[in-house]
């Protein structure tokens, strides 16, 4: 993998801050921090979110690498305050002896990192776990991809992503254009651009959340503007393809991964499925805008299966890890749905991945 | 990323050789030269494959990194000769001025890296891409996986993989054991579990071939045995899940990854989903066998979508490039249907992402 | 290069913090904040400090990746504040345009990173190019490695460095066992063992300081306590002097490494230069702890040579680049000699190469 | 670290070919067979080597990467065939048992790898660890350099190398230039540009020989031509300095290297150090071509200091790993002096630097 564009997340979920430091940005890109306001704000909506949203709001404070709006070039260093951290001093103290004693919680969540996570990092307190397990993680990479969206804007390339399901209701987007998707996407809290599935959907939240359960469905990530070749076939390793799996299959919750018309579209013959060339362009994008690992100036199209999240107020069958009896699992902090949120974090994952590919490209021929 | 184990392919479809190199295999692991060549087999069988396969018959030379059956610790490298060469050395002439005039080939195949790879390495002449952007890279990545699978064997970990679907057939495998599966489709040229199935499979490979068309699939690829941890969510590059969708979707013809029940389990509410925990086990592997970005300890089951292949015996319509006039694509020779081969390479880069992942683990607490 | 503890570092000189990230610390470190603060004051200390060492006083506040003293696995992200930022908000203003005219720096100093900054960065303000070329970033890279040793503590190993000349007055160490030159250098603001030749070094550093001028010298750093095998000659990319080399090189000012009697050393035969074996142990140590690329048991000595630094009261000549003509160079703050906590840097370095080649290189052989 | 040129090489001493595979060299970039083994025949002469050097007489297989002399933008994979194998298949035997008792080496040699090699491999034959430690493996990374520095001519950078001294003869190199020192250095088998010195050297060497004893020296190894910031100092890990010195203290034997005036220039003052800049240019060059990190668009100047190889014909005092007693070292083969040799080997490791530093730090500012 050519790494051009570095970045590293830290934080724990009810710690101090999250932060993050990005490496790599060449100088001179133009940022404004409403535009990264504006993305944090984005990704703490979304119908079904629970009570933390409320109390987060978070705002980035940017400790280097920007002087009078443009990148310098240097690392950017970026801070995210955790406001309810005063409450969490006792439990999250950081050097020293507790001051009280600490419960600490056994019983494992499936579906979290919780059970392989106590075995890996050898300990006996799931919060050393699952507070960077946490999903608050997202909020650096939001940060960080911000950032790259304003870099991507100077090459004209825009990412948007929009609800293409929430459990078994589907969109219908049949002759939609993107602009027309993009625009109805971000006026409703499904970021759903079908407005006649929105009811539908917002039953079925409403049922799951009184029923203590959670809900996934599928979000779809669109990036136009982009120039034909990045990414290479000359080695595996980097194809942009496995380069965008890989960021927004790291992403929480998600299960699934296909670009252009994916699993579905393998049902089609070869003459169906290719995107034959005009002179006036393609006359399809079952390809999602990816031929032999590399870009081909077509929209990139994929789409991620985000799975219901795995904390539950009505909690399931686990193993309490002290005693080793069968038990309920922990319950943590919990919403219902993050399906409209998770869009934003996976547009922001495309958004680092196809910035980082950019810079790594260069000069690849002579 | 940790990469831990380091591996170069390269080669060029009809030049002189494919070769390796893997860097970061530790000493003392036993290997077997026919284990190597069994896999390098099992790539080239599978219904609906052209004519090259008969002259291919892969075998490898190891050059360097194992004595007496063991490695060294230091660099594996691998050469697998082109048998067909000879016939090659005019048009693949490596110094010099062409012996004869040299056709450049200007004819992009869509679906291929054609097009995208002419206008980024800067050349007329096709064959400058096609010759590295073919599948034929893939026999470096099997013999590569087969010395990371005898690695595995040491921590009684196994892979295989099996045919879900060939275009909109597909396999019942309802009640059927993991040591069924795998026994069932290592008998058939389809690599199918599902012997009710194949008939109907061979009909639609035939169908298109008559045709001159192509078909794609579903394959399922599977691990077991693995320990509990590997991976982390500690930093989301990190995620096993991410590393197995970047190797897995850099395979030529992959179009979508899913883990576990992927895109239909999110139709299930998370009381449906996740896999309850007793003291007897797990009730379900929905999650696929990873949870928080780390192995669980049940198997990894990962399903890749695999396009119908891009050279049709029957061109698509596509623009030469040289004269820039809508015509039919060029046509190099012609598999009908790669999805049982599919399954050995998804094998071999699954392999490669647990071996080095094992590796790159170690000591992630103290 | 394996890879195992990354970090990144961020910060201006005179922007609001300086900061880093560490990814891949092991979970259960023991990790005391005092110690960290404790490298931060003596990389502060050392004869020949300008003014800003009394306004730094640089303390460090952890954000994440411990609690209750010891690791989580997590990232560590590490704080710290510059005292002095208050006085540079309009200068280093990060976003909107400045509130009043900020007069550019148009003139390079000669060895330092201004004149190839400039052209490379595309800016005709120095400014943006000496904020983060300043060697403030090694705050950071001081508190990294302070980390990184509490972390080789629990292997038993010690590093610490001591000054082996001031410009071409030389100590006399003949004789003295480490133990004694640690604490013998701890003892004094030259950090030097040799007490008989601190007036003399004293001396030529108030010369220097009298003349404007600035002074540099030779810093040994010594590892203790190490296994044997750390690093590799498998790939000479993991050799443990090269990666040494690498990053005690990429130290501000530093020239020259060698290791054991580098440069000296070479005048011998071969008899006399390699260190021969003994049941009771090693006759001499020439190698510096390391052959073949990896550690063998004994200390690893190390000595770099410190430029005089490029910032001189009395400036040298350079181009103005706005007007192209020649005039004397930019003279920011200045110190005279950073031999003394140069080591203490160094120290970081070492640290950190060796906190990661010791998580990277486990399992070499099974 | 940005890698944007990987390669890895692979190979035993005496097995059955030494390989190597570059990835990331651009495509249309100019390559001449004849330029790549007028570099392998530069690497095996010099006053002072062994017997093997007639055998070797090195001769590269391209096997892929390269058709009609100009490279495709593909993985470049190289061949070295070891002539001598024939004579080892019982010794190096890849797979099966042993056909009669193979005697395992105990005899570690002081300076190499043996001792821990032994231990971090777990083998108690050190054949296992000196096969690959052996300096035959600069075999292929001249090979990759020769591909290297065509590239770099491309650019109009050139690089060549001198020697410096042999063991305690100095050469003398006052008032001659670059080219000067090139074409001298040339012409003979110390490659020595002062050639006044010529019979002093060779007397030393001849006398180590007659003694069974190993002489090492200083090489200077420079880069003419260079652009302004190749290198960054905006991450440590970046800078220029620190990338040569990790790449050329990776070569064997070397235990020193120091850039423009290295150790002895820190005697200076800084008002003597700095290389003052006016608008006809540099008054000198103590930089040595490097200032923060970069390239200043002087020559880069680098020194480095090549022990006496260890294996001596009169062997000197270890430790039989097998029967833990005090003996003489295993003495294989045997070369008295390489450093002639290692100035070409440095070469190639500068090469690689640079062109990988090129091809990483395109778009550093937009």
Redesign the interface.
């Known amino acids: ?4 564009l ?7 979920s009810h ?7 990005i ?2 940005m ?4 133009f ?3 409403d535009a990264i306001n504006h993305e944090m704000k984005r990704r703490q909506i979304g119908y079904g979110r629970g009570g933390r949203m409320k109390i987060e709001s978070d705002t980035v ?9 443009k990148t ?6 970026i ?1 995210i305050e955790n406001a309810d951290f005063e409450n969490w001093t006792e439990k ?7 001051n009280c004693k600490i419960e600490p919680i056994t019983l ?10 106590m ?5 006996d307190d799931l ?3 699952l ?3 946490s999903a608050r ?1 997202t909020a650096a ?1 939001v940060a960080v991809g911000a950032i790259c969206k304003q870099f991507l804007k ?1 090459y004209n390339i825009h990412i948007f992503s929009h609800t293409i ?1 929430i ?2 209701t589907y969109a219908n987007l049949d002759g939609i254009s993107y602009d027309d998707i993009t625009i109805r996407a971000e006026n409703n809290d499904l970021r759903c651009a079908d407005e006649s599935v929105l009811d539908t959907m917002r039953h079925e939240i409403d049922k ?1 959340k009184d ?1 203590g ?6 979000t779809e990530i669109v990036a136009t503007g982009l120039p ?2 990045l990414g ?6 980097r ?1 942009i ?12 919750s ?10 579905s ?7 169906e ?7 006036s362009g ?2 399809s994008n079952n ?2 805008g990816i ?7 077509e929209p990139i199209v994929v789409r991620a ?6 904390t ?1 107020k ?1 909690p ?4 309490d890890i002290s005693t ?3 038990t309920k699992a922990h319950s943590e902090r919990s919403d219902v749905c993050v399906v409209p949120a998770a869009g934003v974090v996976l547009e922001a994952a495309l958004a680092i991945t196809l910035a980082n590919t950019i ?2 490209d ?5």
Chains 1, 2, 3, 4 share one sequence.
């Open positions: 993998m050519r790494e051009r570095r970045y590293l997340t830290a934080g724990e710690g101090p801050a999250i932060s993050a430091i490496e790599g060449p100088a001179n890109v940022i404004e921090l404070k940017i400790l280097s690498g920007i002087r009078f709006s310098l070039g240097s690392p950017i260093s801070l999250m103290k950081q050097f020293g002896e507790p494992p969540r499936p579906g979290h990192a919780d059970y392989s996570g075995i890996k990092y050898k300990t919060r050393n776990i507070e960077r397990a993680e990479k100077t399901s459990k078994d799951a029923e359960d959670t809900l996934g469905g599928i034909v070749g290479s076939f000359m080695h595996s390793d194809k393809d496995g380069l965008i799996a890989y960021n927004l299959m790291s992403i929480p998600v299960k699934g991964i296909e670009i252009g018309s994916g699993f579209g393998v049902q089609k013959l070869g003459s499925f290719h995107d034959e060339m005009y002179l393609r006359a390809a999602g031929e032999g690992g590399m870009t081909n100036g299966a985000v799975k219901p999240i795995p539950l009505k399931l069958n686990t193993v080793m009896t069968e810079l790594a260069n000069e690849d021929s002579i």
